[in-house]
Antibody, heavy 121, light 110 residues
Framework: QLQVQESGPGLVKPSETLSLACTVSGGSISSGYYCWGWIRQPPGKGLEWIGT???????YYNPSLKSRVSISVDTSKNQFSLRLSSVTAADTAVYYC?????????????WGQGTMVTVSS | QSALTQPASVSGSPGQSITISCTGT?????????VSWYQQHPGKAPKLMIY???HRPSGVSNRFSGSKSGNTASLTISGLQTEDEADYYC??????????FGGGTKLAVL
């Protein structure tokens, strides 16, 4: 049973870079059948897609975040990672990693439990 | 990109049916059959309920069904149960090769 799990600091200072990792277990991130994404949810608000990566390294980003976001994959660790630069309080959210069914067009069928990241000095 | 439009809340009694709408444009909902629906209970991760407009993943009750007409997708829950009380989000692929979520709908089972 494939699972994904987020990890990283729960507190980030304003203007710094938020870095999270998502570890895939029970399967290989290198499988050509899937791609992997990040979604966030500010407290009391809705879901926002951040971006998606294929194991080949091809990426797709939310236009509203594109200038600050980078998603990468590390096949040796069976992980993919999120970096969000120049964070502000507006970036405070629960961050989820998830697997797409097949491609970036497709639904997210497996989700991590989420990790809360607070931006504060 | 603006969020897809969902009603903020809907309600129903146990045993009834409800429908949640998700309105977009011809560049997203209307242009592709890549609409999905997620159920989220408080403090939990979202759960996929419907993908590709009307397909149910294995393990999801057949009380949940999806459809689309023009730029509006819909999620229908029949035979409402108390455990269906949750937030529901739609999601669509867009012509810009991005994804967009709806604002979410809170379902109350009264």
């Amino acid at each position: 049973q494939l699972q994904v799990q987020e990890s990283g600091p729960g507190l980030v200072k304003p203007s710094e870079t938020l870095s999270l990792a998502c570890t895939v277990s029970g399967g290989s991130i290198s499988s050509g059948y899937y791609c992997w994404g990040w979604i966030r949810q500010p407290p009391g608000k809705g879901l926002e897609w951040i971006g998606t990566i294929y194991f080949s390294g091809s990426t797709y980003y939310n236009p509203s975040l594109k200038s600050r976001v980078s998603i990468s994959v590390d096949t040796s660790k069976n992980q993919f990672s999120l970096r969000l630069s120049s964070v502000t309080a507006a970036d405070t959210a629960v961050y989820y990693c998830a697997r797409h069914l097949y491609s970036v067009r497709d639904a997210f069928d497996i989700w991590g439990q989420g990790t809360m990241v607070t931006v504060s000095s | 990109q603006s969020a897809l439009t969902q009603p903020a809340s809907v309600s129903g009694s146990p045993g009834q049916s409800i429908t949640i709408s998700c309105t977009g444009t011809s560049s997203d909902v209307g242009g592709y059959n890549y609409v999905s629906w997620y159920q989220q209970h408080p403090g939990k991760a979202p759960k996929l309920m419907i993908y590709d407009v009307s397909h149910r993943p294995s393990g999801v009750s057949n009380r949940f069904s999806g459809s689309k007409s023009g730029n509006t997708a819909s999620l229908t829950i029949s035979g409402l149960q108390t455990e269906d009380e949750a937030d529901y989000y739609c999601n669509s692929y867009t012509s810009s090769s991005t994804l967009i979520f709806g604002g979410g709908t809170k379902l109350a089972v009264l």
